[in-house]
């Protein structure tokens, strides 16, 4: 059992290391340079927040962290189309946008797109705080219960809408209009994955029909 749990932790902080590292690669290499200085601020918030996440949780709450590292099956027929998977341009872009000088992003918009992609992973961290079932798929386990307080009391997929905010003002962070494009694919990606938890929810997850009669908007406020 203890090596098990060691294991767990061990995983716990190899996982976001081996991610950052792949951001690295990912951000840098089309820059061909290491002097992309919008990617080392990207890439230092994302690497704090995200070790921050595996310190905080494994000593809080390692059976969110296990299951995320899990992979299983969604429990949904409705999956996205795998084009919707290209939104991932969007960290390739900018690396050569730097490059080849296609953009001219301003240093205040670099600086506040950088504080909103903050935010956006505050607001999934508080998710996490909030819903130790905040799985990676789609799913209903046992002893798994409605949400309703903390971001939830807002609305009813707060963690798409943490992501979907740092995805969509990542270009602006590192510096490139181009990189928007691709950014965008991630509404309608996110939006079908929505619908189809919401009807896995709906079908296996006791009171969350009332819980969507009660907390009317999935996403975003006054909006859907």
Same mark, same amino acid.
């Given at each position: 059992m ?7 932790k061990q995983?716990?902080f190899l996982?976001?290391v081996?991610i ?6 990912v951000l840098?290499?089309p ?12 890439w230092?918030?994302?690497t ?5 996440i595996?310190?905080?949780f ?8 296990s299951r995320?590292m899990?992979y299983?099956?969604?429990e949904t027929?409705r999956?996205p189309?795998?084009?919707l998977?290209?939104?991932f341009l ?5 690396g050569?946008?730097?490059?080849f000088h296609w953009?001219a992003?301003?240093l ?16 999934i ?20 219960q409605?949400?309703t307080?903390?971001?939830?009391a807002i609305v009813?997929?707060?963690?798409y809408? +943490?992501?979907?905010t740092?995805? &969509?003002f990542?270009p602006?962070a590192?510096?490139? %209009?181009w =990189?928007?494009?691709p950014?965008l @694919?991630?509404?309608p ?5 929505i619908? +189809?938890e919401?009807?896995?929810l &709906?079908?296996g997850l006791?009171?969350?029909?009332? %819980?969507? =009669?009660?907390?009317?908007y999935? @996403? ?5």
């Amino acid at each position: 059992m203890e090596d098990n749990v060691k294991f767990s932790k061990q995983k716990a902080f190899l996982v976001p290391v081996i991610i950052s590292v792949l951001l690295a690669l990912v951000l840098f290499a089309p820059a061909g340079s290491l002097r992309f200085w919008e990617a080392w601020v990207y890439w230092s918030g994302f690497t704090v927040l995200t070790l921050f996440i595996a310190v905080y949780f494994s000593k809080k709450d390692p059976k969110l962290l296990s299951r995320r590292m899990k992979y299983k099956e969604d429990e949904t027929t409705r999956k996205p189309p795998a084009f919707l998977n290209l939104f991932f341009l969007c960290y390739v872009i900018p690396g050569l946008d730097f490059r080849f000088h296609w953009s001219a992003v301003p240093l205040w918009l670099v600086i506040a797109a950088n504080a909103v992609v903050f935010l956006g992973y505050i607001l999934i961290i508080f998710v996490f705080k909030e819903n130790s079932y905040a799985s990676t798929t789609i799913q209903v386990e046992k002893g798994q219960q409605v949400i309703t307080t903390g971001p939830y009391a807002i609305v009813r997929h707060p963690m798409y809408l +943490g992501l979907i905010t740092m995805i &969509l003002f990542t270009p602006l962070a590192l510096g490139s %209009y181009w =990189a928007i494009i691709p950014a965008l @694919l991630c509404i309608p990606m996110n939006v079908i994955r929505i619908i +189809g938890e919401e009807e896995v929810l &709906l079908r296996g997850l006791a009171g969350y029909s009332d %819980y969507c =009669a009660k907390t009317r908007y999935r @996403l975003v406020p006054f909006i859907w």
